[in-house]
């Protein structure tokens, strides 16, 4: 039977509405859901029927966001950490814990590019230590205290943010490209392990995304040029975030279920 012939109106396009949901039901995890592609993926999931647990050190935005997300329909809340620090990571993920018994779905999106258009002499070791720690020593601790939750999913997808930079090019930052490489080197071991448990994992590889980390580098290399920043913002010809956030709606849905390693985008 249709089901259009069972129920009609606003509860037809309710019911309809629902069946159409690529993530109804699902438990989803962002870190670096505050801003750029993490915030996106956050509403874009939300809308598909996912419940988000929001992560990221910026309270404010990051609130916000859960906001949005509600004012629209969907559902979630927030957690503050500090991906850099141990305890925060537990503390963060025991707040999770209380609401979720699993996650079917995480992002680890959280990222910091430090020490841009430095060349290796000059570049700090305080620069060097803030990429590597927010970007992968923050994905290191996150997967280990994440991983319970996800193999306590019947089948689940981690999805790591990492870079085009240091992955299969350069970077402005010595740093950036080697916490990223150092992200896309990890994920072997981490398919490995969680792989056989239920967890199916990909690396994806953003091009230039008009996040609020990659328009501030744009805006410091056009000043390190003598440019207008500017200017060269307004000529960067950055993709949306939206875009990405696309492409992970479909790795973490059933219909990406067949795709298998590193993911590229412009």
Same mark, same amino acid.
């Given at each position: 039977?249709?089901?259009?012939?069972?129920?009609?109106?606003?509860?037809?396009?309710?019911?309809?509405?629902?069946?159409?949901?690529?993530?109804?039901?699902?438990?989803?995890?962002?870190?670096?859901?505050?801003?750029?592609?993490?915030?996106?993926?956050?509403?874009?999931?939300?809308?598909?029927?996912?419940?988000?647990?929001?992560?990221?050190?910026?309270?404010?935005?990051?609130?916000?966001?859960?906001?949005?997300?509600?004012?629209?329909?969907?559902?979630?809340?927030?957690?503050?950490?500090?991906?850099?620090?141990?305890?925060?990571?537990?503390?963060?993920?025991?707040?999770?814990?209380?609401?979720?018994?699993?996650?079917?779905?995480?992002?680890?999106?959280?990222?910091?590019?430090?020490?841009?258009?430095?060349?290796?002499?000059?570049?700090?070791?305080?620069?060097?230590?803030?990429?590597?720690?927010? @970007? !992968?020593?923050?994905?290191?601790?996150? #997967?280990?205290? +994440?991983?319970? &939750?996800? =193999?306590?999913?019947?089948?689940? *997808?981690?999805?790591?943010?990492?870079?085009?930079?240091?992955?299969?090019?350069?970077?402005?930052?010595?740093?950036?490209?080697?916490?990223?490489?150092?992200?896309?080197?990890?994920?072997?071991?981490?398919?490995?392990?969680?792989?056989?448990?239920?967890?199916?994992?990909?690396?994806?590889?953003?091009?230039?995304?008009?996040?609020?980390?990659?328009?501030?580098?744009?805006?410091?290399?056009?000043?390190?040029?003598?440019?207008?920043?500017?200017?060269?913002?307004?000529?960067? @010809? !950055?993709?949306?975030?939206?875009?990405? #956030?696309?492409? +992970?709606?479909? &790795?973490? =849905?059933?219909?990406?279920?067949? *795709?298998?390693?590193?993911?590229?985008?412009?």
């Amino acid at each position: 039977m249709m089901v259009t012939d069972c129920v009609s109106g606003d509860l037809n396009k309710w019911s309809l509405e629902k069946m159409a949901s690529k993530l109804s039901g699902k438990i989803a995890l962002v870190t670096g859901g505050a801003t750029g592609i993490g915030r996106a993926t956050c509403e874009l999931y939300a809308k598909e029927g996912a419940y988000l647990h929001v992560l990221d050190y910026n309270e404010e935005d990051g609130l916000e966001a859960v906001d949005q997300i509600t004012a629209a329909g969907g559902q979630g809340s927030f957690h503050k950490v500090d991906v850099r620090k141990e305890e925060s990571v537990v503390e963060a993920m025991k707040a999770v814990s209380k609401k979720s018994d699993r996650i079917d779905i995480a992002v680890l999106s959280a990222g910091v590019l430090k020490g841009a258009f430095k060349s290796i002499d000059e570049l700090s070791e305080n620069d060097w230590d803030s990429t590597i720690d927010t @970007n !992968l020593k923050g994905t290191f601790l996150t #997967a280990k205290y +994440l991983a319970p &939750l996800l =193999s306590a999913a019947d089948e689940s *997808v981690l999805l790591l943010i990492a870079s085009g930079a240091g992955v299969r090019g350069g970077s402005s930052s010595y740093a950036y490209a080697a916490s990223k490489a150092g992200m896309h080197g990890m994920h072997y071991k981490l398919e490995g392990e969680l792989g056989p448990q239920g967890v199916r994992l990909h690396v994806i590889c953003p091009g230039g995304i008009a996040t609020p980390l990659k328009l501030a580098n744009v805006a410091e290399g056009a000043l390190s040029q003598g440019k207008d920043p500017d200017e060269a913002i307004k000529n960067s @010809n !950055l993709g949306d975030p939206i875009g990405v #956030a696309r492409i +992970l709606l479909f &790795l973490a =849905s059933d219909d990406g279920s067949y *795709v298998r390693g590193t993911i590229f985008t412009r």
